[in-house]
T-cell receptor, first 112, second 113 residues
Framework: AQRVTQPEKLLSVFKGAPVELKCNYSYSGSPELFWYVQYSRQRLQLLLR??SRESIKGFTADLNKGETSFHLKKPFAQEEDSAMYYCALSGLTDNAGNMLTFGGGTRLMVKP | EAGVAQSPRYKIIEKRQSVAFWCNPISGHATLYWYQQILGQGPKLLIQFQNNGVVDDSQLPKDRFSAERLKGVDSTLKIQPAKLEDSAVYLC???????????FGPGTRLTVL
C-alpha cells in the first residue's frame, strides 16, 4: 500500500523567511513524487514533479529515498505563496493502474 | 485550451437521496479520474478511466457509488443513496495518458443533510 504523510496542517512564516513543507511517503516500489498547490479560489494544479528536477516559482524538492521524504523548499517566501500544498505519490496498483495518492495537505501562510 | 469542466458546482441533498455529477475533460485526454476530498483531507482517488474502460475502481464504494464514461469523453459519477459521510468535494481530473500530468476541474461541493 502507498501512503503519503504531511505532518504539518499549518505552516506560518514571515515574508522573506525560508520555507520547508515536509512530506514523507511509504511505498515498496520506485515512486514518482509530486507537489500540487491550490491557491485561494483556484483549482488544484501541479507545482512540480521530482523527475523533472525543476525549480518552479522558486520552489525545489529533492527525493530522498533513504529517508523516504520529498520536502518542498523555498529560500525566501513571498506573500503570493500562501496556499494549500499537497504532496502526492504515483505508484502502480495491483491491477497495474497508476494511482495518485495525496497527503493531507499543509496550509502555508506567509505574513507581511 | 479549455480546462476540465464540472457541474454542478454545489449541491445540497438530504440523506438517502440520489445525486449525479458531470465532468467534461480536456479535449483529447484519454484518462479521466474522479476524486473525493473530505474537508481537511487530501483528495482520494475513487475511479480511473482509460477511454471508456475502468482502470482502477478499488476505492469506489460500489454499493452506492457508480461512474461511467460511455463514449470515452464525458463522465458521470452517481451516488445512490447518499449518506451524511458523503459530504465532500468531488474532483474530476484528466490527463493525456495515465502517466501524464493530471489537470483538475473546479470540483462539486456536495452537502448531505
Amino acid at each position: 500500500a502507498q501512503r503519503v504523510t504531511q505532518p504539518e496542517k499549518l505552516l506560518s512564516v514571515f515574508k522573506g523567511a525560508p520555507v520547508e513543507l515536509k512530506c514523507n511517503y511509504s511505498y515498496s516500489g520506485s515512486p514518482e513524487l509530486f507537489w500540487y498547490v491550490q491557491y485561494s479560489r483556484q483549482r488544484l494544479q501541479l507545482l512540480l514533479r521530482h523527475i523533472s528536477r525543476e525549480s518552479i516559482k522558486g520552489f525545489t524538492a529533492d527525493l530522498n529515498k533513504g529517508e523516504t521524504s520529498f520536502h518542498l523548499k523555498k529560500p525566501f517566501a513571498q506573500e503570493e505563496d500562501s496556499a494549500m500544498y499537497y504532496c502526492a505519490l504515483s505508484g502502480l496498483t495491483d491491477n497495474a493502474g497508476n494511482m495518485l495518492t495525496f497527503g493531507g495537505g499543509t496550509r502555508l501562510m506567509v505574513k507581511p | 485550451e479549455a480546462g476540465v469542466a464540472q457541474s454542478p458546482r454545489y449541491k445540497i441533498i438530504e440523506k438517502r437521496q440520489s445525486v449525479a455529477f458531470w465532468c467534461n475533460p480536456i479535449s483529447g485526454h484519454a484518462t479521466l479520474y474522479w476524486y473525493q476530498q473530505i474537508l481537511g483531507q487530501g483528495p482520494k482517488l475513487l475511479i480511473q478511466f482509460q477511454n471508456n474502460g475502468v482502470v482502477d475502481d478499488s476505492q469506489l464504494p460500489k454499493d452506492r457509488f457508480s461512474a461511467e464514461r460511455l463514449k470515452g469523453v464525458d463522465s458521470t459519477l452517481k451516488i445512490q443513496p447518499a449518506k451524511l459521510e458523503d459530504s465532500a468535494v468531488y474532483l474530476c481530473a484528466s490527463s493525456l495518458e495515465a502517466e501524464d500530468t493530471q489537470y483538475f476541474g473546479p470540483g462539486t461541493r456536495l452537502t448531505v443533510l
